[in-house]
């Protein structure tokens, strides 16, 4: 069980979170070629170490996070609402 | 004959007497003893059989490792398999059963297994039933089967009740600073110490009294310590939980325990559970969890009477129980001397054989004063007596071999070969246990958690220096989570005199003898050559092939012994070997207590619409549908379902009737930009929906795929009302609230659900017009021109009911959905149905509801199914071609666009009065092979067209199959169907009933 630090809530189990992916990924314009979305949507990292990565807090604000999470031990280095403007406020406060 | 000593067993309560049942017959105990003691006290030496062989076994140990006394306990539905003995604590009215035995555990007729024992070796089974020449007829997965039945039936454990459990479980958390497993010397230190900094401890037990090696010691000393060691934790405000078993370390600090609250009564009083799973979360844990002792390998090791030494002296000291009159002892190390001493001052005779050469000490002249006889450089080479070890035969080491050197008669024999750390937990997390030569164990490995190690557990051996060693842990862990605590000194491992000798196996005098290194697998020492000879020379393999460790007790007595003898013949050092990856749970957990209460109707959430009551007050038969229970159809006296849905639906075609739709998704979509988002999010033209219209929309993944289909609803300028299926509601808003926080997040745009707070009724059939007018307080609020098809409009029900409706249609014919406040709903029922009622209309389940679409050839969830596209459902022209929307780019891969995709069809049988099976594939006629050509998603009878349809996708679609000859192919129940492709609209393809 990881241990989730809600910039909203505090700190929830994840089974709270469902896992959303990279966040690091750049989704190109609806326009964009479909060898652009290829790659955004099928050519995915694995890395082994530190990796951004959307977590969803389901069951709780319903906010979008972004964790900062090391796939290998499972330590989480940082947690932030995905919406820059929601993260300057919740950080703001603290 | 009673093996209890006229008086002492500090801890079971000899005043009192507990009656139980063993095997049939009534025997006498005390409170505070355990199964495998109270036996053991009546002269039980036999309590199970083995696995595989078939034979006897007895009481091994006294802890968690006991691989001989497994034992099936209570009767009737609470009849539990495999249970050890030696951590069951006594009640009166225990009922338990040996295992694995036929007719009786003294005469075994599978004991003959044991005589064939020499064709039983490491991978038999595998190597004779898989098939080997001769028996090339026997090879292959089915015959394999047909055997394993036979083979499980005669190799085997307890067998498990098969009713249902009569005992509640539950699930519950917990938070503390520090988290100290085991309560022995160790664990209680370092719980006191960190207790007294200030930190919230919480310190677990796995056995009924808290102590762990001070419960086995004979002196005042222990018992003093213990005394005062649990008062002060308990001053200090720390919770000491007994019956409960650490079985997992997880990520984070998280920890899974199981309380067994109520096991040692018959049944568990009033409310209680009968275990509970508690998760905890800790900031730091502190692994006091002991070491367990390890025995030996030599000529029939498993005699029952052979015990771990550690075993013997508890068995006298905390229970008053000798294990045997004359007793000897084998060993390899100091650590059995204190109870050699304490079992010869019971009054026994007690014979060491002690494997080292050694010089004279300090520990054998202090054992010899109190009568006990050492022979040093000698050990046990095999054990005799079937039933009960009488006799063990004696070899003495010359120049590095085992020479025979005569025997010795006894009714015990305890035996020590060294001990072994339980670091399984601190495993678990990943930190690879490292070998120590000297100390001949595994030490837990390096790790970056908050986990300490204490005590025994570290290779700590005196209770002395456990006990400072704990208290060194204490104070690091109170400090680590930011309390005050004096640094303390950590002590030195080891602690013995004389160092302990790498012994691991006493070669018996005579051949193809065993040696038991797994007892609870019967897996032996030859077994472990044998399969290193094989070449299953990694540790994991040699586990698969051997079974070794995949026990119950997972390894815990015979693990390091399997690992040193395959260390030993393949000429590596056993750090070279290694050990098996340790994952949880620590000990065997009952599915129960994982489940908690979430069995039955708790199993998951159940929703109801606001109309639930409603639906039942007019003879509804519900249905799941999700998480949602729904009408299913409403049947007339003593009519069937397929009766009842053919009569729904054919009074929605006729005339008019009523559907509850509440459990459709809706989600609230407002903001300035809401408009802006919707036209990204759908791939239909949406930029030009004005106010008071509405639009099927199609959303589809990245990747092009169709992720859900519904309705948008154009309240307002910045205000839009979605509907979704009642299968993704909550996938879609998920992805919607990921689109505008982590993708889009400058869009001006919310979504909110507002499932629950919309009751929705769908109206449809030719006179849902007229009924729906006579409900509203302005009847022409929904006349042909104010409310055109697809028209949105917010009225007020007769009542001043507030209520959204739309003029859309699932059924193909002239239809509203009707939304009002949840509260509303039944009254919008009433309003309803009284007027349907007047016109013959009536009701529609989900059944009929299913019959409608089907025939119109709409989609569901058995459609989109999470392969299918735009095109492949028929609905491409969906797509505007104008804009760019989520998925529009993939879904123009080449291959997405390919002609002989499977297209969404209508089906119907050749021959109109047969039927087929949601489910079944679509072959080429005279070709029912391999995945077919499509496949069938749904199948009703059409009252409108008079027999039975289907829906599905075939290759190429309708245009390809028209006129060729196609079956429904479902081997399994039934004979295949000969069936016309159609196309999907198999009613009224002009659409001209949505006008009423």
Redesign the interface.
């Known amino acids: 069980m990881l241990r989730i630090r809600c910039p909203y809530c505090g700190e929830r189990d994840h089974s709270e979170f469902r896992y959303g992916g990279d966040a690091t990924i750049e989704y190109p314009a609806l326009d964009a070629s479909a060898d652009a979305w290829h790659d955004a949507v099928f050519q995915r990292e694995n890395p082994r170490g530190w990796q951004r990565e959307t977590w969803h807090h389901v069951h709780g604000c319903r906010l979008w996070l972004i964790v900062e999470r090391d796939t290998l031990t499972h330590e989480i280095r940082s947690v932030r609402a995905a919406r820059p403007d929601i993260a300057a406020t919740l950080e703001g406060e603290s | 004959m009673s093996s209890r000593v006229g008086q002492g067993g500090r801890y079971v309560d000899r005043d009192q007497v507990l009656t139980f049942r063993w095997e049939g017959g009534e025997y006498t105990g005390h409170p505070g003893d355990t199964l495998a003691s109270a036996l053991l006290a009546n002269g039980i030496r036999v309590v199970g059989r083995s696995f595989k062989y078939h034979r006897p076994r007895g009481v091994m140990s006294a802890g968690t490792e006991e691989s001989g006394a497994l034992v099936t306990l209570g009767v009737g539905p609470r009849r539990d398999p495999n249970v050890k003995a030696t951590e069951t604590e006594l009640y009166d009215g225990l009922q338990a059963h040996g295992q694995n035995a036929w007719p009786s555990l003294r005469f075994d007729l599978g004991a003959l297994n044991d005589r064939l024992s020499r064709f039983l070796q490491a991978g038999f089974y595998y190597k004779t039933f898989m098939g080997i020449p001769p028996l090339e007829w026997g090879r292959g997965t089915g015959a394999w089967m047909w055997y394993e039945k036979w083979i499980r039936r005669a190799a085997g454990m307890g067998k498990a009740s098969r009713a249902p459990d009569p005992d509640a479980y539950e699930q519950t958390h917990r938070f503390c600073d520090v988290l100290v497993v085991g309560t022995g010397p160790a664990g209680l230190a370092a719980a006191q110490a960190a207790a007294e900094a200030g930190a919230d401890v919480l310190v677990v037990e796995q056995d009924f009294l808290p102590g762990g090696a001070l419960l086995s010691d004979g002196g005042e000393t222990s018992a003093t310590l213990r005394r005062n060691r649990l008062q002060a934790i308990e001053a200090a405000g720390a919770t000491i939980m007994t019956r409960t078993t650490v079985f997992g370390l997880?990520?984070?600090?998280?920890a899974g325990l199981i309380e067994r609250v109520t096991d040692h009564l018959p049944a568990p009083p009033g409310e209680q559970p009968r275990q509970r799973f508690w998760?905890v979360?800790t900031r730091r844990i502190i692994l006091a969890t002991g070491a367990i002792e390890r025995h030996l390998a030599f000529g029939d090791n498993d005699r029952p009477g052979i015990l771990t030494a550690a075993a013997g002296r508890t068995y006298l000291n905390r229970f008053g129980v000798l294990p045997g009159r004359r007793i000897a002892v084998a060993t390899n190390n100091d650590s059995i001397y204190t109870g050699a001493m304490d079992l010869a001052n019971a009054g026994a005779d007690v014979v060491v054989l002690d494997g080292r050469d050694m010089a004279d000490n300090a520990l054998v002249s202090q054992a010899e004063r109190c009568g006990v006889t050492v022979y040093r450089g000698k050990s046990v080479s095999r054990a005799h007596g079937g039933n009960g070890v009488s006799l063990i035969e004696v070899s003495r080491r010359r120049q590095g071999a085992w020479m025979p050197d005569g025997s010795l008669a006894c009714d015990a024999l305890l035996v020590s070969g060294g001990w072994s750390p339980a670091i399984a937990l601190h495993s678990q997390r990943g930190a690879l246990p490292v070998w120590n030569e000297p100390l001949g164990c595994f030490l837990p490995g390096e790790t970056?958690e908050a986990i300490d190690v204490a005590g025994a557990a570290a290779g700590v051996w005196t209770t002395e220096a456990c006990d400072r060693s704990g208290a060194a842990a204490g104070s690091r862990a109170a400090a680590a989570v930011g309390y005050a605590a004096t640094p303390k000194e950590t002590p030195e491992r080891g602690g013995w005199a004389q160092p302990l000798d790498a012994l691991y196996e006493v070669p018996s005098p005579r051949k193809h003898v065993k040696s038991f290194v797994d007892f609870q697998h019967d897996v032996t020492a030859d077994d472990i050559r044998l399969a290193c000879r094989e070449g299953y020379v990694s540790v994991e393999h040699l586990k698969r092939y051997t079974t070794l460790g995949m026990a119950t007790d997972q390894g815990k007595m015979g693990n390091v012994l399997g690992i040193a003898l395959m260390a030993e013949q393949l000429g590596q050092p056993i750090s070279a070997v290694g050990t098996t990856t340790f994952r949880p749970p620590y000990t065997p957990v009952s599915l129960g207590a994982l489940t908690g209460r979430a069995v039955d109707s708790h199993f998951k959430p159940l929703r109801r619409t606001p109309m639930h009551d409603w639906h039942l007050a007019q003879g509804a038969v519900m249905t799941e549908a999700g998480l949602w229970q729904r009408p299913w159809y409403y049947p007339r006296r003593n009519e069937s379902l397929e009766s009842a849905y053919i009569r729904e639906a054919a009074l929605a075609r006729n005339t008019v009737a009523l559907c509850d739709v509440t459990s459709l998704g809706k989600i609230a979509v407002q903001g300035p930009d809401a408009g802006e988002f919707l036209n990204?999010v759908y791939v239909n033209a949406l930029a030009k929906l004005s106010v008071g219209k509405a639009r099927y929309g199609i959303m589809l993944r990245?990747?092009g795929i169709v992720m859900d289909d519904g309705t948008i609803w154009r309240l307002g300028e910045t205000d839009y009302f979605v509907t979704t299926t009642t299968a993704h509601a909550a996938t879609v808003l998920?992805w919607l609230?990921?689109l505008?926080?982590?993708?889009w997040?400058a869009l001006k745009a919310r979504v909110t659900s507002i499932t629950d707070q919309w009751a929705g009724c769908a109206v449809a059939g030719p006179q849902s017009r007229t009924l729906l007018s006579q409900c509203l307080k302005e009847p022409d609020r929904v006349d042909s021109e104010r409310l055109p098809f697809m028209g949105v409009t917010e009225a007020r029900l007769r009542g001043d009911i507030p209520c959204r409706i739309a003029r859309i249609s699932f059924s193909g014919e002239l239809a509203f959905e009707a939304y009002v406040p949840s509260d509303y709903g039944p009254a919008m029922m009433d309003l309803l149905w009284q007027e349907a009622k007047t016109r013959s209309g009536g009701l529609y389940g989900l059944e009929a509801l299913g019959t409608l679409r089907i025939e119109k050839g709409h989609l569901t969830g058995a459609e989109l199914d999470g392969r299918v596209t735009l095109e492949d459902a028929g609905l491409g022209r969906m797509a505007s071609g104008r804009k760019?929307?989520?998925g529009?780019?993939?879904r123009?891969?080449p291959a997405l666009q390919q002609d002989d995709r499977p297209r969404l069809v209508g089906i119907f049988p050749r021959d109109r009065g047969e039927t087929f099976n949601a489910g079944a594939l679509l072959c080429r006629e005279n070709a029912v092979e391999g995945f077919g050509e499509g496949w069938i998603t749904a199948v009703t009878h059409s009252p409108a067209l008079g027999h039975w349809i289907g829906l599905g996708f075939i290759q190429g679609g309708v245009q390809h199959w028209q006129d060729k000859g196609v079956v429904a192919a479902d081997p399994i129940r039934k004979q295949p169907v000969a069936v016309e492709i159609v196309a999907p609209t198999m009613y009224d393809p002009e659409g001209d009933r949505l006008h009423g």
């Open positions: 997880y990520d984070h600090g998280v998760i979360r970056d990204r990245d990747d998920a609230e990921e505008l926080e982590v993708r997040p760019h929307a989520v529009s780019a993939l123009q891969r």
